[in-house]
């Protein structure tokens, strides 16, 4: 089960950077818990704000004769913690595809997915949560994320939500991804609870710059996307990150 194994620290500069660094001698399904973050990190290696009170944790896979796509295992946590946060806490949630949790268009959580290569394969993934809970959001982030204790004035036991959260993605979801040994059976599960639809107008934002365009399609792994130069073009997940417009 995820978090058979679990390592905590006090203070960590990332609980993904520990991974990366041990992989190979740990389990598959161990979980990196921190309670603060001195170098967190997201997608293009942007600053991830974690202090006291949020819930900072990486999982390791390295499962054999499995799908190895990291968004993946992104996508399946995503569903499980907006499943445990409806259900248990009563905070409802979107999907911003294709890495975050908000509330009101505010970020509550980012999940962050790495594979680590040996030549052409991926020997591990390495998923990073960071979860606002119980801290309080610094002025700077306020008009783009929120936490629990903002939305509910009330605080969660890390702990407990820890486990809860990973007895959910393996229970819920990991067990049949793993069985199934496709990503497919959740496809439409994905779609609707996404905050984007067929038609929206959105902004794609990458290291080349910016495009826009019209959502023709959502797939299971790419959004089909209309530009405004009039080609369609696959936008897969990853180093991309999307405005509705
Ligand atoms: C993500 O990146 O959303 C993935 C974040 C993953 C963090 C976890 S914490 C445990 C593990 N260890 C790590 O070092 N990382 C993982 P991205 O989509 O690139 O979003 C990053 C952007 O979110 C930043 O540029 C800020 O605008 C914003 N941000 C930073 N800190 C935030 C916070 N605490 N809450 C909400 N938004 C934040």
């Given at each position: 089960m995820i978090g058979d194994k679990l390592i905590y620290f006090d203070?960590?500069?990332s609980t993904n950077i520990f991974l990366k660094e041990h992989w190979k001698e740990l389990p598959s399904e161990t979980v990196v818990w921190a309670?603060?973050?001195?170098?967190g990190y997201g997608r293009m290696k942007r600053e991830w704000i974690s202090p006291r009170g949020g819930l900072w944790f990486s999982v390791l896979f390295k499962p054999k004769?499995?799908?190895?796509?990291p968004w993946h295992y992104v996508r399946l946590y995503t569903m499980a913690i907006k499943n445990v946060l409806s259900k248990k806490f009563k905070l409802e949630t979107v999907i911003k595809w294709p890495n975050d949790l908000l509330v009101d268009n505010k970020k509550i959580c980012g999940i962050l997915g790495e594979g680590i290569y040996t030549g052409k394969t991926v020997a591990a993934i390495i998923v990073g949560i960071g979860l606002n809970v119980n801290n309080k959001i610094p002025d700077e982030l306020k008009d783009i994320a929120t936490s629990y204790i903002e939305e509910k004035n009330k605080k969660i036991n890390l702990e407990k939500l820890l486990k809860q959260i990973n007895s959910t993605a393996y229970y819920k979801y990991y067990i049949k991804y793993f069985k199934n040994n496709t990503i497919s059976v959740f496809t439409k599960q994905w779609i609707n609870n996404l905050n984007i639809r067929n038609g929206d107008f959105i902004k794609i934002i990458s290291q080349n710059g910016e495009k826009h365009g019209k959502i023709v399609s959502i797939h299971g792994d790419y959004l089909e996307v209309l530009l405004e130069n009039g080609l369609i073009e696959n936008i897969y997940a990853g180093e991309v990150s999307l405005r509705k417009e």
């Open positions: 203070t960590i500069n309670s603060k973050q001195t170098g004769n499995r799908p190895m796509n």
